[in-house]
């Protein structure tokens, strides 16, 4: 009898194993066409121009390639930015449009090497810079296209800057003279959520926010708060024992950043969903602030840092 229920197990067990590897496709029926937009408008003395980028989704079944991407650009809508006294449109903008050298200086200040950088992007930018971002203020983004209307709002909080900077050797087992952790302090303002994000540059490299990216101030509100700021890593970079680290004796950037909650929220819980793979991670919702679509219209209120590390 033992042997018949130990054999009984082990074929529910084999059904059970053949069970999870049943592909799962979901039903072409399921999905539905919407508008995505994401825009920023910022504070800094070094921001960009105020955008927005207004996409289609595409379908799971979707093969990517440049006619793709291309193809997913929504053109020709009419988008606009109101101060609270003023509505500004923003024009489109599409690269394959525009001359040299004035592409190249364009996509050089959105961080990318115009040599390799092959896609017809198409924005809505206030290129002039005639919005005016102040501290405080609050944004509304519209966006129209074939009667379908994207809104949001958006906040630019006080800056919260980091007060003090200092590289030292990293814990653990990488105490060698070729890498350096770097060490901030910050004074958190009392009695109100506060959240920030920050993106690093290596030397000669483009500003990108890291894999997690932005915090808020559960754990320290109020306080002067010191804390490590790893070297930001992207998504297709492997993590290695040096991974967070700044190489001495490079010149480094840092862009910190203070952010409204719904910019923290966008993204919290897209780097939370990101980080989750496989068939037991539980799902994740990204929390966007469009009403009519998806995407993410954020305010932020930056300051960007120039640091060398030391080589000892």
């Known amino acids: 009898m033992k042997t018949t229920s130990y054999s009984l197990l082990l074929i529910l067990l084999s059904l059970l ?46 093969s990517f390639n440049i006619d793709v991407i291309n193809n997913s650009y929504v053109k020709n809508a009419e988008v606009t930015i109101f101060d609270g006294q003023t509505r500004y449109d923003l024009p489109q903008l599409c690269l394959n449009d525009i001359q040299e050298p004035l592409r190249s200086e364009i996509i050089k200040n959105f961080g990318y090497n115009p040599d390799s950088f092959k896609t017809d992007l198409c924005v809505y930018v206030d290129l002039a810079k005639t919005i005016p971002v102040e501290t405080g203020k609050t ?10 209307t994207l809104y949001s709002t958006t906040q630019i909080p ?10 030292d050797k990293p814990a653990g087992k990488n105490k060698n003279d070729t890498f350096a952790q770097l060490f901030c302090i910050i004074s958190d ?12 540059a290596g030397q000669n490299e483009r500003l990108i926010p890291n894999v997690t990216s932005v915090t808020d101030d559960i754990f320290f509100d109020g ?16 993590f290695g024992d040096n991974s967070g680290l700044f190489k001495r004796g490079d010149t480094v ?30 799902y994740v919702r990204i929390k966007g602030n469009i009403e009519g679509g998806l995407g993410i219209f954020g305010g932020q209120n930056c300051k960007n840092y120039t640091l060398y590390v030391p080589k000892k």
Do not use: M
């Open 158 to 167: 006080d800056l919260i800057p980091i007060d003090s900077f200092w590289f």
């Open 223 to 238: 306080q002067k708060f010191k804390f490590t700021l790893s070297e930001a890593i992207s998504r297709d970079e492997d």
């Open 139 to 148: 944004y509304e983004l519209r966006a129209i296209t074939n009667g379908d």
């Open 189 to 200: 303002l009392p009695n109100q959520k506060d959240y920030y994000r920050y993106f690093t």
């Open 17 to 62: 194993l053949i069970s999870c590897e049943e592909e799962f496709l979901p039903a072409e029926s399921v999905y539905k066409k919407e508008l995505v937009i994401e825009s920023y408008i910022e504070k800094n003395d070094a921001s960009l121009p105020v955008f927005a980028i207004l996409t289609y989704t595409l379908p799971f079944y979707s």
């Open 253 to 282: 950037q840092i862009k910190w950043c203070t952010i409204p909650q719904s910019h923290f929220d966008f993204w919290n819980t897209l780097e939370t969903s990101a980080t989750r793979q496989g068939p037991f991670a539980s």
